[in-house]
């Protein structure tokens, strides 16, 4: 005959697997009163939390999924509860936690990758790109491959100008996700800055707003070229559809634009039918 904690323990497994934490922490909870020492159920209801913070922060509700996290950690130390607490440290800005809790992850398991992944994310915002191709690296060695952690990687190699080895990471990518939208924009601008691959560039950006016509960094990056490209009417159609999807980002850009060193609509910049586009006036 089955005993209770092994039912139990499947039935709580199962809920998890659904994402019903609630249903699973019901049943585990209701197995610390009938076996308040048993390691496996702590190690369970540790983990179990830590899932359940991870679904809290995730819509929004990072009190309490801190709370959760919390709990996880005093049910049972583990390296992934300490990433999620670096994760909503770093989210808060509170980057001196966020690096203690990720560097308590590694202590406990040096071989988390997701520690490692968490850890070059921190870096990058913290502005230290050469550590951080040094997390991703590790994380990648570890067995990740996401296209978070490879367009991480490309953002650090650009930070110290190694454009090559940031070229690439963005094709490494871009052969795992050849129809990601947001890697084929990354590809774009890598072929464009890295490699001064225009036609290239332009293919990517194209690719990648076949895909998702929202794309709207892709959307400005053709408007540019073509305004570079003296491709008048073209660029201003590539600026109605970004103005379309999001006017204040599109303004944001053309802004940050206006002020670059290499402008990409320096013959446009006073052009009335491109400020009319922008909703704005020409001084």
């Known amino acids: 005959m089955v005993d209770d904690l092994t039912v139990r323990m499947k039935e709580s497994r199962e809920f998890l697997a659904k994402g019903k934490h609630q249903e699973a922490?019901?049943?585990?909870m209701h197995l610390t009163e009938k076996y308040p020492d048993n390691r496996e159920v702590k190690s369970a209801i540790a983990a179990a939390l830590n899932l359940r913070g991870i679904a809290q922060a995730e819509?929004?509700?990072m009190e309490r999924a801190g709370i959760d996290f919390e709990r996880s950690?005093?049910?049972?130390e583990t390296a992934?509860?300490?990433?999620s607490m670096g994760r909503l440290h770093q989210s808060r800005g509170q980057f001196q936690e966020a690096f203690q809790e990720y560097t308590r992850a590694l202590d406990l398991d040096e071989d988390l990758a997701a520690a490692h992944e968490y850890l070059g994310y921190y870096f990058l915002e913290v502005g230290d790109p050469d550590q951080a191709v040094t997390a991703f690296g590790r994380a990648i060695a570890k067995g990740l491959a996401s296209k978070h952690i490879y367009l991480g990687l490309w953002e650090a190699y650009m930070g110290l100008e190694r454009k090559e080895q940031a070229h690439e990471a963005a094709l490494e990518i871009s052969?795992?996700?050849p129809d990601d939208d947001q890697v084929l924009g990354t590809l774009g601008l890598s072929y464009?800055?890295?490699?001064g691959d225009y036609d290239?560039?332009?293919d990517a950006w194209k690719r990648a707003v076949e895909i998702n016509p929202k794309n709207l960094s892709s959307l400005f990056n053709l408007a540019g070229l073509a305004a570079v490209r003296s491709r008048r009417r073209e660029a201003m159609d590539y600026l109605k559809r970004c103005v379309a999807i999001d006017r204040s980002r599109t303004l944001a850009m053309w802004k940050e634009d206006v002020n670059a060193t290499r402008q990409k609509f320096a013959a446009y910049s006073g052009d009335e039918d491109f400020l009319d586009i922008l909703g704005v006036t020409a001084k």
Not at 25 to 28: C, P, S, T
Not at 73 to 76: A, C, E, K, N, P
Not at 80 to 83: E, P, Y
């Open 25 to 28: 922490l019901a049943r585990l």
């Open 200 to 202: 290239s560039a332009e």
């Open 59 to 61: 819509a929004g509700a």
């Open 175 to 177: 052969k795992r996700l």
């Open 73 to 76: 950690l005093r049910y049972q």
């Open 192 to 195: 464009a800055v890295c490699q």
């Open 80 to 83: 992934d509860a300490h990433v």
